[in-house]
């Protein structure tokens, strides 16, 4: 039996590693993306999108996107988080 050097633990780790990073990397893509007319996906969110807040009229910018919110800037440069509900039921795309 061959014993393990530390070249090959240090391969080991980084292709456990990358195997993670790739399957969190699709986890994250299939939240962000909407089916559009049939087969296309689209990114419904993406940073620097322009949304509009409905009830007072003002323009934000998507900052940041995850899974289940995202990190809004205002027109001063001011940054606020919005979850996933709130984000659906009071924006609209602008």
């Known amino acids: 039996m061959k014993n393990l050097t530390e070249s090959d633990i240090i391969r080991i780790f980084r292709e456990e590693w990358e195997l993670k990073v790739n399957r969190l990397s699709e986890e994250i893509d299939v939240a962000l993306k909407a089916k559009v007319g049939g087969k296309e996906e689209k990114h419904v969110i993406s ?16 900052d940041s996107v995850s899974p289940k919110d995202c990190v809004l800037r205002t027109p001063e440069g001011k940054t606020f988080l919005v ?12």
């Open 83 to 94: 979850d996933a509900e709130t984000l659906e039921s009071e924006y609209e795309l602008d």
């Open 47 to 62: 940073p620097e999108l322009k949304i509009l807040h409905k009830k007072s009229g003002i323009r934000y910018t998507v």
